[in-house]
């Protein structure tokens, strides 16, 4: 017998309520493992509409929907894809509602972006080195990117981590709403 036993702190239950997710609305989780979120969204949507949710790794894909078939949540789709080529570049052919997806095609995204982790939970030490904790910073804009295309005209975006750094978070969203004028902060 499975069963769905992802615990979830505040933060990440926030997230979901943020992002708003609506009956019969099309939503994306970006990088959706252990899909929590995933699962959290579909319910406050009354699992009508489509909740999309995208992971470089198979096997956490396979985790996501065993958890969304113990909670019978039928309104999630999960696929083993890389969400930074999330965006379809061309007219390639693909299996419909598949991804690569056109641009504007969600009303919704999460973008709960893998970063450095600091301020997860505490740390006494750590061996990452400074090169490593800065690596994430160029992974998360490529995934805004995608994002923001992906994303509908008047659409949701949240952009989420579990870290304390500023280039992570606050740098980010100063970069983002630079470089993509059709962004607006709103307060939360």
């Not at 926030?14 to 699962?39: N, Q, S, Y």
Request: hydrophobic share 40%.
């Amino acid at each position: 017998v499975s069963r769905f036993s992802t615990l979830q702190n505040l933060p990440s239950v926030v997230v979901g309520h943020v992002l708003g997710p609506r009956p019969g609305e099309r939503v994306l989780d970006m990088c959706a493992a252990p899909g929590g979120k995933t699962c959290h969204m579909a319910a406050l949507m009354g699992d009508q509409g489509e909740v999309v949710a995208l992971d470089r790794i198979k096997n956490k894909i396979n985790r996501i929907l065993e958890n969304a078939q113990v909670l019978q949540l039928r309104s999630i789709k999960a696929f083993c894809f890389n969400s930074t080529q999330a965006v379809s570049t061309d007219a390639a052919p693909h299996a419909e509602g598949e991804p690569p997806f056109p641009p504007e095609s969600f009303d919704r995204v999460l973008l709960d972006a893998p970063c450095s982790g600091l301020g997860q939970r505490p740390i006494m030490g750590s061996t990452w080195s400074l090169k490593e904790i800065c690596s994430y910073q160029p992974l998360q804009r490529k995934l805004f990117q995608a994002a923001v295309q992906l994303l509908k005209k008047g659409g949701v975006l949240v952009y989420s981590t579990c870290t304390v750094t500023l280039a992570e978070n606050e740098e980010q969203v100063a970069w983002a709403l630079q470089t993509f004028p059709c962004l607006s902060l709103q307060p939360q």
